[in-house]
């Protein structure tokens, strides 16, 4: 008898990508992420990446599966559409590409692991996808989300920035909105 259940990964990419949009329409609120090979990370990559996108990432994850999976290029950090991280680097946030003004949409994402979404620095969110202001928690330094904030001030440019917690949740900030730390 196959005890082995076969993964739906088109169903899987549907529900996590519906819950990848509203985390970033609602900044600061957290959604399940189900998981692809027990790795939520991996889920969002096979979810995002496609052979027309690329990619970097700084993670102790086997990225092998989702090359085969996606056909995404691995790339620098200025080049990359994608950026997936095992904690928020500063670094990397102030190399990754933020459009122009005629092409804003040449930004880049990014994915940064955490261990719980509700341990960091207090912050004040506003922007649409908030009604008035919005205090929460984010799972960052103050200085990088300072460097954040700095990064995303000449609106449309920017980047847009997931948070993916160790249990599968996943909080997401738009270049639309203002962070404020408290």
């Avoid at 459009?99 to 692991?113: R, V």
């Amino acid at each position: 008898m196959n005890t082995h259940t076969n993964t739906d990964i088109e169903q899987l990419n549907r529900k996590n990508f519906r819950n990848c949009l509203d985390a970033l329409s609602r900044p600061g609120d957290v959604f399940q992420i189900t998981p692809l090979f027990d790795s939520s990370l991996l889920a969002l990559a096979a979810m995002l990446l496609y052979s027309e996108v690329n990619f970097y990432q700084q993670t102790d994850t086997n990225w092998n599966m989702i090359k085969v999976l996606t056909n995404s290029e691995e790339v620098a950090v200025e080049e990359a559409d994608y950026l997936f991280l095992d904690t928020p680097l500063e670094h990397i946030l102030m190399e990754a590409k933020a459009g122009d003004q005629l092409n804003p949409e040449f930004s880049a994402t990014l994915i940064c692991c955490c261990e719980d979404l509700n341990e960091g620095t207090q912050v004040k969110l506003s922007g649409p996808g908030i009604d008035g202001t919005k205090e929460t928690i984010l799972p960052a330094t103050t200085s990088f989300l300072q460097l954040l904030a700095q990064k995303n001030k000449h609106f449309p440019l920017g980047v847009d920035m997931y948070f993916l917690s160790d249990t599968h949740m996943i909080c997401g900030l738009p270049r639309t909105t203002t962070v404020e730390v408290l």
